[in-house]
């Protein structure tokens, strides 16, 4: 399911009415295009049309348009001549992708208003270069809340006993999912649960068939550290990719928060499902104890390095009865620069606006999030009489979901076919030093 910036109709190539095809001009905030209308044959000129790759594909009143406007208001300009020289330079040189340490260090160090704006807008200048104003809109199912790890962060972690668990049935989940995709048009669902081992690997195995067979979506797993060949038998049975975040790159912090883990694990573990063929999401939380600007430019670097198709990166935010609990929560603001510099650095990748910068900063994080480089959201479809009990940390961001369903383009097979091509694309890489 997909949105797009709202464009106005200025003029009509003369032509038959009822032509399947029809020429038309547009205008939006970024100017004039020729586009192609099909099966509108009611279009007029002035009239207000959601459009992508070229294609008008489904007309809204001018309310409705302002409304999808107000949704994706986009950033002011920037006067980049005010900036200093280094920025500028360092600004300069992310056109090639080629940032090194130093220059995200200096990307994340700025407090400089017009400096971060300007960051701010040169992400969202090439995520519109590369993407368009195409936002995507995926979803994603908790299936259970019980874990067998003991993240400091986090409030499912095992000792927790002030949690309700649930683990939904196998039939639960592929109904959900089924539901989605159906009855709301999603195209492309993550299945995420703790590290529950009740699940076996034929009940992992039987979840993807059977959704598979029901529906035509892509299946995203986050179900942790499982073994190579469960990850292999879920890949056989249809699952498009793999959600597992590093956390952080640097050892002692991980290590540190992960009882019982070890970062070289997981980082062993992402390429070999990248070698499976999975699209890999990864990243990292921000603002996690002893993290420093260093280390933020590191956890960018080894996504860049991963070769990661979608960052996911989010706020630390606090969860009672966790032995962070009193830990202050992440910066949202440094969470916007690290969107940015991911889109400088990975243009083309897939960046969400994570839910949880969505609850440190509610609909504000999100416009935000999506006017700094990021170009999707993941809206939570685990069945209402769970989802509260999905407490990774307090007080998720629900908001406006129906709205931007609502505008949700091409809930039909054309929406599923230009998602298969993007995700065929990803897997060009961008960089051939990737791992
Ligand atoms: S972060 Fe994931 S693996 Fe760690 S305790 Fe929470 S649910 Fe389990």
């Known amino acids: ?4 910036i709202p464009a106005k109709v200025i003029s009509m190539k003369e032509g038959p009415i009822d032509a399947p095809v029809r020429e038309i001009v547009v205008e939006d905030s970024r100017g004039e295009r020729s586009i192609r209308a099909i099966s509108l044959p009611e279009l007029k000129v002035g009239d207000w049309v959601l459009y992508t790759l070229d294609l008008a594909v489904r007309q809204v009143s001018q309310e409705e348009a302002q409304e999808i406007i ?32 130093s220059d995200i260090i200096q990307l994340l160090s700025t407090e400089d208003e017009i400096e971060m704006e300007a960051l701010f807008s040169e992400a969202n200048t090439l995520r519109q270069a590369n993407l368009r104003d195409f936002f995507c809109i995926h979803g994603i199912i908790e ?47 993550v299945l995420q649960s ?32 499982r073994s190579a060949e469960c990850y292999g038998r879920m890949k056989a049975a249809g699952a498009s990719g793999v959600l597992l975040r590093f956390e952080t790159s640097n050892p002692s912090i991980y290590e540190a928060l992960h009882p019982g883990q070890s970062l070289e694990d997981r980082l062993e573990l992402l390429p070999v499902l990248k070698g499976m063929g999975y ?10 104890p002893e993290q420093t600007v260093e280390d933020i430019a590191d956890d960018i670097l080894l996504m860049k390095a991963l070769g990661i198709k979608m960052v996911t990166v989010g706020p630390f935010i606090p969860s009672e009865g966790t032995p962070l609990s009193a830990h202050p929560a992440g910066s949202a603001l440094m969470t916007l620069k690290v969107t940015a510099i991911a889109r400088l650095l990975m243009p083309k990748a897939k960046i ?44 998720k961001y629900h908001g406006k979901e129906e709205l931007w369903e609502k505008y949700g383009l091409f809930s039909e097979e054309l929406s599923y076919k230009m998602l298969e091509q993007k995700m065929f694309e990803a897997f060009e890489p961008e960089d051939p030093g990737e791992l």
């Not at 399911?1 to 797009?4: A, G, K, N, V, Y």
């Not at 950033?75 to 980049?80: E, S, W």
């Not at 416009?367 to 990774?392: C, Q, V, W």
């Open 194 to 225: 703790g590290d529950d081992f009740d699940y076996s690997d034929d009940d992992l195995v039987e979840i993807v068939t059977e959704i598979k067979s029901r529906c035509k979506v892509f299946i995203f797993i986050s179900v942790g550290e």
């Open 352 to 395: 969400p606006v994570t839910t949880a910068l969505e609850t440190i900063e509610s609909e504000e994080g999100r416009r935000l999030g999506l006017s700094s480089g990021a170009n999707s959201l993941m809206f939570n479809l685990t069945p209402e009489k769970y989802r509260a009990d999905y407490k990774i940390y307090p007080n």
């Open 70 to 101: 107000d949704l994706l208001e986009p950033r002011k300009f920037v006067d980049l001549s005010s900036l200093s020289p280094s920025f500028s330079s360092v600004l300069a040189k992310s056109f090639s992708h080629d940032l090194d340490r």
């Open 279 to 288: 699209y890999i999401a990864s990243g990292f939380l921000i603002g996690l």
């Open 1 to 4: 399911m997909c949105l797009t």
């Open 143 to 189: 299936f259970s809340s019980n874990c067998v790890r003991s993240c400091y962060y986090c409030g499912l972690r095992k000792p927790s006993k002030d949690v309700t668990r649930y683990r939904m049935m196998p039939e639960e989940v592929v109904e959900a999912a089924v539901d989605a995709v159906d009855g709301r048009g999603y195209k492309l669902i």
